[in-house]
């Protein structure tokens, strides 16, 4: 039998927590065939909510769930694991500014990274959720220098897959036959969705998605927007955020990070840019990698046309501002 895997998630207690930790007891993230033992950190005023999250993973008795830990102390939730969601930060609320929510969010992730350091598994890889994602993870790259630093990113798949369901839903086809879509960029409303490579699975063979879509306008216009803003308007449906998806999101992540991509097929990840596509090197980009035993690469060599360049840059752009915020926020 294969040794329990430690998998830590962060802000445990909340609506990501919610639908994540299940996903993870029943083995969508890393295999139906590997055990896990969950470690989930939330904050004091959370802590009677995560102790009621702990009770229900009793309850649901998961053969795979092989225990677990629930902690408001971040050394005890960060020792020994193998796999890391950060899903906790400081949520803006009306009227903050976006520099203290930043600098709130940077004192939090420089302190988790500290702990991540000095407690964690020996190659244990991060995602960070808890937004502003790219940034967060950067923060916790620059104060945690002993992890490598191909070990460390964010999450846009949820991006990512939000692009494909859309795509899916315009061309009526199986999303499953949808691939190689890609996200550029921070994991805000500056994120470029790509579709200049994306395909789709027909009878006759794998075709452009452009190909086959009869207004060639709206990938350029109204599919960008519905992806950037899809977070906002399923918030105004459910007057809830998009937990599910996130969660979902998140499992597909690490599942494709750890187990592998398919042959032909890349997923969009949020990783430290080594200056591909002219990227500058040193922020946390979302870019095309393929992944094979437990580590990313980015995709080389895609052709990028004007249109997309001017988008790939407007998003660098953003976050090299963000970096800047969060740098000042440390002084
Ligand atoms: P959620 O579980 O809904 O969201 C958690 C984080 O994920 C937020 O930063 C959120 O960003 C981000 N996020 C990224 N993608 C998505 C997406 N698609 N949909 C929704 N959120 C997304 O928040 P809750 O408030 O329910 O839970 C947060 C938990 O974190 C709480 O249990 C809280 O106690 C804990 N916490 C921990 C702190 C710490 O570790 N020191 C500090 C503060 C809180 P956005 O804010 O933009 O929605």
Known sequence: AKEPVRVLVTGAAGQIGYALVPMIARGVMLGHDQPVILHMLDIPPAAEALNGVKMELVDAAFPLLKGVVATTDVVEACTGVNVAVMVGGFPRKEGMERKDVMSKNVSIYKSQASALEKHAAANCKVVVVANPANTNALILKEFAPSIPEKNITCLTRLDHNRALGQISERLNVQ???????????????????????????????????????????????????????????????????????????????????????????????????????????????????????????????????????????????????????AYSCLS
Request: proline fraction near 4%.
């Open 175 to 325: 999303v499953s036959d949808v691939k190689n879509v890609i996200i550029w960029g921070n994991h805000s409303s500056t994120q470029y969705p790509d579709v200049n490579h994306a395909t789709i699975k027909t009878p006759a063979g794998e075709k452009p998605a452009r190909e086959l879509v009869a207004d060639d306008a709206w990938f350029n216009g109204e599919f960008i927007t519905t992806v950037q803003q899809r977070g906002a308007a399923i918030i105004k449906a459910r007057k809830l955020s998009s937990a599910l998806s996130a969660a979902s999101s998140a499992c597909d992540h690490i599942r494709d990070w750890v187990l592998g991509t398919p042959e032909g097929t890349w997923v969009s990840m949020g990783v430290y840019s080594d200056g591909s596509y002219n990227v500058p090197a040193g922020l946390i980009y979302s870019f095309p990698v393929t992944c094979q035993n437990g580590e990313w690469k980015i995709v080389q060599g895609l052709s990028i046309d004007e249109f997309s360049r001017k988008k790939l840059d407007a998003t660098a752009e953003e976050l090299s501002e963000e970096k800047a915020l």
